[in-house]
């Protein structure tokens, strides 16, 4: 009985925690709407004063006066208080005066005009519009002129999508749905009723049940909106329970970083401003329909993150978290997720690795995106080369980031950061910011770059997107590490690049090993890349960088990052300016220009090393060193000393090194592919060890064998293997790798 009790009381307080939430909702949303009804006379006024039309996007009006009639009209449903639906109604039915301030006969100079500007040419704009107006067509407070009035906008308005019913797995061709959806709903019986709901049903079959073509967390969450909002309006509730959502919504959640949201990556600002309220109203929609409460959660995080920002939210943003008081629900309570480090979500579709050390602000946090363009969507993605102007991207709205570290988070600080969005139309001076120069990754072109120019200078060109292919080679989250292993393949420019991030997760810094192979002879520039907004410090073969601010945000100052290169034969490291997430910044670079063969390779290492800005940051260099090994370039070992701590650090960049040249099976051979090095010998692709005076530990993947001092600690047993290709003996004894593997000893019991 007293457990039952208990129970109903957590019950209780959950829901009303919940229930506190949908109030605080409801009350942001009330100043939001008051302040937006203040402000609309001199928005509107301000937009006068440059209204001339735009040679991309002819007549656009303001979205300011349509935000705040939907708003209104979200709380005349909530409220019944006849004031918001006046002023929803006297919004609406102004809304197309604003045509007056097109210029005479400019009608007649865009073929789309031919029968008049409609009152809503930005089908952004449209879904909020309608809404509204379903939220007060009943109230007495609109006029028989009013509502025939607005009912005529709507019409026109949405008959103008028909000239542009832009389609596909994307967030334009959703919102396009979506307010042909509802000018449906809302006008029933109109002539073009039937039509219009045809074609939302025509734009909305792409992206029902189906992965987005996008990759940008400014668009995912307006996809996801607009895709949960013409689901309400078609009545399909089969769009929530499909295992496409589902995935969704665990990719989003286990994307959120220590900054409270999702990351910005493709097009996208920090924090995501176009997304985030609107990914508060997708997160309350996933957690009622999978009764989810790391979702809820998700949903107060980016809530939270939106209100620190500002104490009043803009109106734009009050719309969007209508939606998130709509679809919460009051029976699922917000739990933090748990787990570290992990992909995100898969290889395939995904395509990140997030490096994790809590879900809290103060926590270690890195994103690593090598999503590239993909094999799915390719109708949609062949639609849009062939109709808009999609140079610069990868379908679309993505960058050029493939392999790049995304964002670098520690104890509040931003020590990594992306590019941000463009600065203007189509993509800005150099593609800004969505070519690979502009990211936290290796950069590579042909030719030779002269000593006497610059490094970007040499890098840059009009900003056109280059298809790569991209794979996940390997991930495990190992007893004192967490590893990620991606390659990136560029068939044009003729090189293949494997990333291996390694974090040590105590005392917490991060080694990037990228090992890049020739696939053609060719004269080859290579170039590690990072980015800052300062650069503190510099020495030799290090930085220590910091970002403390991008526009509209300020970052927490206590830390800063040593960028250190310790492998330096025939490179060469230095430092640029640059404009990068508007704000002028610095790119730290090392580089090399080379004659290769096919097959050569070249390697980078780079330390990265978060630490207080009260610590020099040469004082931690002397700790790490590089091994030399028994295959120099194809595979690469750094010694790392803490007090009575020595920790190896091995990666095999060569992966074919180990592969006989015989046709059998297993084709392993552990003499071909071994590297000794320090203390340690293997055929491994991944090794990673900690010695005390007293005892060993190691971790290692996919080898035969790993020897220590001369005795082997783990070893592979041999099996017979029949069944040999082109008829070879049935009888064939071989060694299978082992996918990995973790111990620990004394050396005293390993007779050391």
């Known amino acids: 009985m007293k457990v039952r009790l208990t129970m109903v009381l957590l019950c209780a307080l959950a829901f009303q925690v919940v229930q506190a939430q949908k109030r605080e909702y409801l009350e942001d949303i009330r100043a939001a709407a008051e302040k937006g009804w203040n402000d609309d006379p001199a928005v509107v006024a301000a937009w006068k004063k440059h209204a001339d039309p735009n040679v991309l996007w002819g007549y656009n009006p303001p979205a300011h006066p349509v935000y705040c009639a939907a708003v209104s009209g979200f709380l005349f449903e ?58 007060i067509r009943s109230s007495d407070a609109l006029d028989a002129r009013q509502r025939a009035n607005i009912e005529g906008e709507i019409a026109e308005s949405v008959d103008f ?98 900054a409270g949201t999702v990351p910005d990556f493709g097009d996208a600002g920090w924090n995501n401003a176009s997304g985030g309220l609107r990914l508060v109203a997708v997160f309350e929609k996933g957690a009622a329909v999978f009764r989810d409460p790391a979702l809820k959660w998700a949903a107060q995080s980016v809530y939270n993150t939106a209100k620190r920002r500002e104490s009043i939210l803009g109106i734009d943003e009050a719309y969007h978290l209508a939606d998130a008081f709509r679809w ?9 997720p748990s787990g570290g480090s992990q992909e995100v979500l898969d290889d395939v579709v995904g395509k990140k690795v997030v490096f994790r050390g809590g879900w809290d602000s103060s926590a270690s946090y890195l994103l690593l995106n090598y999503r590239d363009e ?23 709205h ?29 993509s800005g001076r150099f593609g800004a910011w969505r070519q690979d120069y502009f990211h936290n990754r ?98 030799e073969h290090y930085f220590d960088i910091a970002t403390d601010s991008v526009p509209g945000y300020r970052f927490p100052p206590g830390r800063s990052l040593l960028v250190f290169f310790p492998e330096t034969y025939a490179k060469t490291e230095g430092v640029e300016d640059e404009r990068r997430h508007s704000q002028q910044e610095h790119v730290v670079f090392q580089t090399i220009s080379s004659q290769y063969k096919a097959l050569d390779m070249e390697l980078f290492v780079t330390v990265l090393v978060p630490h207080d800005r009260s610590v020099s940051p040469r004082s931690f260099i002397p700790a790490f060193r590089l091994l030399p090994t028994s295959a120099p370039y194809r595979a690469v070992a750094l010694e790392v000393t803490r007090g009575n701590l020595k920790s190896t650090l091995f990666v095999k960049l060569d992966l074919e090194m180990e592969i006989a040249r015989e046709n059998i099976r297993p084709r392993y051979l552990y003499d071909a592919g071994r590297v000794r090095f320090g203390d340690f010998e293997t055929d491994a692709h991944f090794l990673y060890a900690e010695e005390t005076p007293d005892s060993i530990r190691y971790s290692a993947s996919n080898m035969l064998k790993v020897v220590y001092r001369g005795k082997a600690l783990m070893e592979a047993l041999p099996n017979t293997h029949g069944l040999q290709p082109d008829g070879g003996p049935d009888n064939h004894v071989g060694y299978s790798k082992w996918r990995y593997w973790e111990e620990a000893f004394s050396l005293k019991e390993k007779g050391q």
């Not at 040419?121 to 107006?133: D, E, G, M, S, W």
Request: proline share 4%; no cysteine.
């Open 78 to 135: 909530q409220t019944h208080e006849r004031v918001y639906a006046e002023r929803a109604a006297a919004l609406l039915s102004s809304y197309g005066d604003l045509r007056a301030s097109i210029p005479h006969g400019y009608a007649g100079s865009r073929i789309e005009y031919e029968n008049g500007v409609p009152s809503l040419t930005n089908f952004f704009f449209l879904p909020p519009y309608v809404r509204a107006y379903l939220a």
């Open 161 to 258: 999508i028909f000239r542009f019913p832009e389609w596909g797995a994307h967030n334009r061709a959703m919102l396009r749905a979506e307010a042909l959806a509802y000018a449906a709903l809302a006008l029933p019986s109109h002539p073009h009723a039937a039509k219009w709901r045809q074609m939302a049903q025509v734009l909305a079959s792409d992206n029902i049940r189906s992965w987005e073509i996008e990759d940008a967390s400014n668009y995912n969450p307006v996809w996801l909106h607009a895709l949960f909002s013409y689901a309400s309006a078609a009545g399909d509730s089969g769009v929530y329970t499909s295992a496409v959502m589902r995935y969704y919504m665990e990719y989003y959640t286990r994307l959120i970083s220590p």
């Open 328 to 336: 919460a629900a009051e029976s699922v309570s917000p739990v933090v």
């Open 374 to 396: 993909g094999d799915g969507g390719w109708l949609s993605r062949q639609y849009l080369r062939q109709t808009i102007t999609v140079e610069e991207e990868k379908m679309t």
């Open 398 to 426: 993505g960058h050029a980031d493939e392999n790049s570290i995304v964002l670098l988070m520690d104890r509040g600080s931003v020590l990594l950061h992306d590019g941000g969005y463009r600065d203007s139309l189509p």
């Open 442 to 539: 290796i950069v590579a072109r042909k030719n030779k770059r002269d000593m006497s120019q610059s490094l970007l200078a040499f890098v840059r060109n009009s900003g056109a997107y280059r298809r790569v292919k991209t794979e996940k080679i390997d991930f495990l989250a190992l007893r004192s590490v967490d590893m990620s292993r991606t390659r990136l393949v560029d068939e044009e420019l003729g090189y293949r690049w494997d990333r291996v991030i390694t974090w040590v997760r105590d005392p917490g810094y991060y080694v990037v090993v990228d090992g890049i192979q020739a696939i053609r002879p060719e004269y080859f520039t290579f170039a590690s890349l990072w980015h800052a907004q300062n650069v503190l410090e510099r020495g």
